[in-house]
């Protein structure tokens, strides 16, 4: 089956710091990848969308020069919390589509990000 | 971004009772719909997915209904066992487009 591999698991980083989340499709090429945040307690948030070789495509309210996203392969795409801050602080999960599937979305496992 | 920041009910149920998990989702464009099982500190796990031109679909022990009338999703587990345990959300796709945004969520806890 479909395996998306997301790492790292867990990070803890100082205020001020980039961190450099990534996810890749371990046996399928994944067009489009999707980037979420969880706090605790609650649901999963969509952050952006972004399809090999293009721009990401940001959510309203996400600050795309805080959040960096690269997708320049159909195996790997990045998420940079760049100057991070406590409030960053949270589960953040990646999906990608697979090529050539219609409604077809593998998960990661999560990085939780704690900025202390 | 997309999706509700809600704080998330909870739903307890004796081991080996039914579970019915409901979900409300908010676009009628809507036409795909997933479940998926959250574990604590883990991705979602991909439950039992229905598109809009279906009202029921059934697969190992659960059951998803769609009632696009009222906007309303709702996951049946059969014979709840305590590894059913979890934050169960369900997601839908936008016909046309492929974000999947996800609905508040329901915590299951399962009682033995």
């Known amino acids: 089956g479909a395996v998306v591999s997301q790492h790292p698991s867990w990070v803890i980083c100082k205020s001020g710091t980039s961190v450099k989340i990534e996810c890749r499709s371990l046996d399928f090429q994944a067009t489009t990848m999707f980037w979420y945040r969880q706090f605790p307690k609650q649901s999963l948030m969509l952050m952006a969308t972004?399809?090999?070789?293009?721009?990401?495509?940001?959510e309203q309210g996400v600050e795309k020069d805080k959040f960096l996203i690269n997708h320049a392969s159909l195996t790997l795409s990045t998420l940079t919390v760049t100057s991070a801050h406590p409030e960053d602080s949270s589960f953040y999960i990646c999906?990608?589509?697979?090529?050539?599937?219609?409604?077809?979305?593998?998960f990661g496992s999560g990085t939780r990000l704690t900025v202390v | 971004g997309e999706s509700v920041g809600l704080h998330l009910p909870t739903l307890s149920v004796q081991e080996g009772d039914n579970s019915i998990i409901n979900c409300a989702y908010s676009?009628?464009?809507?036409?795909?719909f997933i479940w998926y099982k959250q574990e604590s500190g883990k991705g979602p796990q991909f439950i039992i997915d229905i598109r809009s031109n279906m009202d029921k679909r059934q697969g190992q022990r659960v059951t998803v209904l769609l009632n696009k009338t009222v906007k309303h999703l709702s996951l049946q587990i059969a014979a709840t066992q305590p590894g059913d345990s979890a934050v169960y959300f369900c997601?839908?796709?936008?016909?046309?487009?492929?974000?999947?945004?996800f609905g508040a969520g329901t915590i299951l806890r399962v009682k033995s």
């Open positions: 676009n009628s464009a809507s036409d795909y």
């Open positions: 999906s990608a589509s697979r090529q050539g599937r219609n409604y077809g979305y593998t």
């Open positions: 972004s399809n090999e070789g293009s721009k990401a495509t940001y």
């Open positions: 997601a839908e796709k936008k016909s046309g487009g492929n974000k999947l945004v």
